[in-house]
């Protein structure tokens, strides 16, 4: 599954794949310090070398470099954000103001150029 987080006219568009892991690796193995996230699984968002090399996503306010998604139709009170901020989720979750849960991690990010999803009209046959 594909979900389509952002678009932009000049910088393109940048979506997740949401359910494919990377096999064998867990927070752990990338950030050991990080230690309210050692078991948490990390999810392959896109194809290495294209776009963001990590990111999470998660439903926390208040982080410096978050960016709101579009959000989900018809729940206009549910919002997701992306941010690379582990340190600050980290520190949230070891303080009680968040759960390790309720964070998600990716590698890599799936973009398009700008443009590149539009559909051209077909214009039938006659």
Known sequence: MLYIADTHPEYGT????????D?????????????????RPIYLGGEV????????????SGFPENRVWKGVPDKPDFK???S??????NELCLTGD?????????TWTTVWSPKA?????????A
């Open 80 to 82: 997701l954000f992306f």
């Open 49 to 60: 070398n294209s776009g963001s090399s990590f990111t999470m996503v998660h439903r926390k």
């Open 98 to 106: 968040a759960r390790p849960g309720e964070f998600k991690f990716f």
């Open 14 to 21: 940048l979506g997740l794949r949401l359910n494919e892991r």
């Open 23 to 39: 096999p064998g690796r867990t927070m752990v193995d990338l950030f050991p310090a990080l230690r309210s996230f050692r078991d």
């Open 84 to 89: 690379p901020d582990l340190a600050m989720a």
């Open 117 to 125: 999803l539009e559909v051209t009209p077909c214009l039938g046959h």
